[in-house]
Structures are given as C-alpha cells and as structure tokens.
C-alpha cells in the first residue's frame, strides 16, 4: 500500500475510534432506548450506525436513528462532529 492510503486508512479508522469512545462516554442509556444523530462518522450508512451504536454500548436493546431534526421527546441527542460525539440539549 502507498503512504497516502495508509494514512486516509488511518484517518477513517480514528474517527470509528472516537464514535466508540464517544458513545461509551455518554450516560447508559435505559432499556430500549433511541438514540437520535444528526450526523455520523464519513463512510457510515444507517445500518453502520445502528451496529456500530450497539457493539459500542454493547446492548442489542438499543436504537440508533439518523434524523433532520430531533423528535421534541428524545434523550439522546447526539451529531458526530470534528471526531467526536457532541450531545445536544
């Protein structure tokens, strides 16, 4: 492999580091519980998103939703941002 796809390997790889970190970092959240993004790491589909959320927390009870706008009633308020996950009040 060349450098510079080594080093764009690396740079995606970082971010699905954060997105686990980040996610791990959040309050647990109760059984059941959706959380809702507006934004997810580069490469990222909403089937990743759900897996991914779930590995990271290591629950199968928990959704994963991509959305616009949140719902008025969501708890977890999340968008993945500069390799990081920022919760939204």
């Known amino acids: ?11 995606i ?4 580091r ?21 934004s997810y790491p ?3 589909d909403r089937g990743v998103l759900l897996f ?5 927390l290591r629950r199968t009870d928990i959704g994963a939703q991509l959305v616009d706008t949140f719902p008025p009633d969501a ?3 999340l968008r993945f941002e500069a390799s990081r996950i920022i919760a939204e009040e």
């Open 1 to 11: 492999m060349t450098q510079s796809r080594r080093e764009w390997q690396q740079g």
């Open 13 to 16: 790889a970082g971010d699905y």
């Open 18 to 38: 954060a997105f686990v970190r980040g996610l791990q970092s959040i309050p647990a959240p109760p059984p059941g519980e959706t959380l809702f993004f507006r």
């Open 42 to 44: 580069q490469y990222f």
């Open 52 to 56: 991914a959320t779930q590995i990271a």
């Open 75 to 77: 708890r977890y308020r």
